[in-house]
């Protein structure tokens, strides 16, 4: 049965619903992206910033405020600009977080108005251009009806007619045969909370679908572990996961349910470093094939450091191991045969472990590989303290640093470190590991 307003609760899930779609849809969103320049990253740029909002909110308070701050701190990008302005006009437009029809369209007009004054230049054909139909769209419906779902309904419609039309106003989107990424995104966001409100599952073509190829999904999951455990085992292999406490772990799964392992590990926990990959269609053969598939191999003999290896999709090198010339061997190989093997050069465990993060299997992998290694600056504290990593932090940080990434043996309260040092932080805990810091 379908509800006419949403409360915190019901705003607090939509948020979770549209974390785990834009990350699911994040690699989609990414290549729609060819404006204002091909780089590739606003379903990334989109599914950061929403998780931003969503861990603020996931602190208590005011479900819609907290969206509002959370998003505003972490947006990532033009798209995720626009997103945190969104999500300001609602939390502007709403008190205890109760959204009606007519909040709705309050918020949806305001958001308008806020996006509009922190674009420069608006472009048609954009983000901006669905926003404003969902927004008009909206208004002319509450004309006719005060029934939420009912406004949500013709709303969503015309958020996506005004997607598909993006090509016809943007030349560089017809050009590439493609509609406006960002403004996919914002579709997605209207569908999400379409299906909060009706109490249903997202529409055709918006739900979080079963993926017809294997998916590698890698997530940092924070909650109860043997229950997430026994909740994505039966949904697919090659389960890894990589312990930091007794509530935090890496996880690594491959699986035809990515959908499916998104909403339970969101459902049972906070999910934070998503990350999707679709893997290369399984053979069937009637004899045994050589598996050429290409490997990323790193060499470690720390066990703890050999777990977060693996969770990340590396494979550990052991002695006698043959090599390929289609795999990757990320570090220095001193007394191992390559075998033609490409070497990604690392002098450190946290660049091994960002340069392994960004890998993709295609023909530019070394490159992008080696260059993001290659790019991080790395420190270690002068002592194991959270006051002498703090320091080394401070030390390391240059003006236009985005992220920071610490293994360490030592438990971080890595928001307040965030906060501190105005950076995004990832501290993974790797039992008797000397501190490193890497900086990008």
């Known amino acids: 049965m379908a509800i006419n307003h949403i409360d915190a609760p019901t705003l607090h899930a939509w948020a979770k619903r549209s974390v785990a779609e834009l990350s699911l849809r994040r690699a989609e969103l990414n290549q729609l992206n060819v404006f204002p320049v091909p780089d590739a990253d606003t379903g990334s740029n989109m599914a950061h910033t929403m998780e931003a909002a969503l861990a603020e909110a996931d602190k208590g308070g005011d479900v819609a405020e907290a969206l509002a701050i959370g998003s505003v701190r972490g947006a990532r990008g033009n798209s995720g600009m626009v997103l945190s302005q969104v999500l300001r006009a609602v939390a502007d437009s709403t008190a205890d977080s109760h959204i009606d029809a007519t909040t709705l369209v309050d918020s949806l007009k305001l958001a308008v ?24 769209a909206a208004e002319q419906a509450l004309e006719h009806t005060k029934v939420l779902v009912e406004v949500l309904t013709i709303t969503c419609d015309e958020a996506a007619k005004a997607l598909a039309n993006t090509p016809s106003q943007l ?73 930091a406490t007794e509530t935090e772990a890496n996880i690594h799964i491959h699986t035809l349910a990515a959908g499916e392992v998104i909403e339970k590990a969101f459902g049972l926990g906070q999910v934070s470093n998503l990350r999707l990959e679709v893997l290369p269609a399984k053979v069937v053969a009637a004899e045994p094939l050589v598996d050429d598939t290409p490997r990323v191999l790193v060499s470690t003999r720390d066990a703890e450091l050999a777990k977060l290896f693996s969770s990340i999709g590396a494979t550990i090198y052991k002695a006698g191991m043959e090599l390929s010339p ?10 191992i045969d390559l075998g033609g093997a490409q070497v990604v050069p690392v002098h450190s465990n946290v660049e091994a472990l960002a340069a392994i993060s960004v890998y993709a299997p295609d023909a530019g992998a070394v490159t992008a590989m080696t260059e993001v290694a290659a790019a991080m600056r790395v420190d270690r504290p002068s002592d194991e303290t959270v006051g002498a990593i703090l320091a080394c932090c401070h030390d390391l940080l240059r003006e236009g640093d985005e992220q920071m990434t610490i293994l360490t043996s030592l438990t971080l309260d890595t928001e307040q470190l965030s906060r501190q040092l105005g950076v995004e932080v990832i501290a993974v805990k790797v039992p008797g590991l000397r501190t490193e810091i890497g900086v990008e």
């Open 326 to 335: 289609e795999d990757i061997f990320v570090g220095t190989p001193r007394g």
């Open 113 to 136: 108005d806020l996006v509009d004054r922190a674009i420069a230049q608006p472009v048609e054909g954009t983000v901006v251009s669905v926003l404003k139909a969902a927004a008009q």
């Open 171 to 243: 030349e560089v989107l017809r050009k590439a045969g493609v509609v406006d990424a960002g403004g996919a995104g914002l579709v997605i966001l209207l569908e999400c909370l379409l299906a909060e409100v009706s109490e249903t599952e997202p529409r055709e073509g918006i739900a979080i679908p079963e993926s017809v190829f294997e998916m590698e999904v890698v997530f940092y999951y924070s909650g109860d572990i043997d229950k997430l455990e026994a909740a994505i085992a039966p949904l697919g292999d090659s389960l890894v996961i990589a312990r």
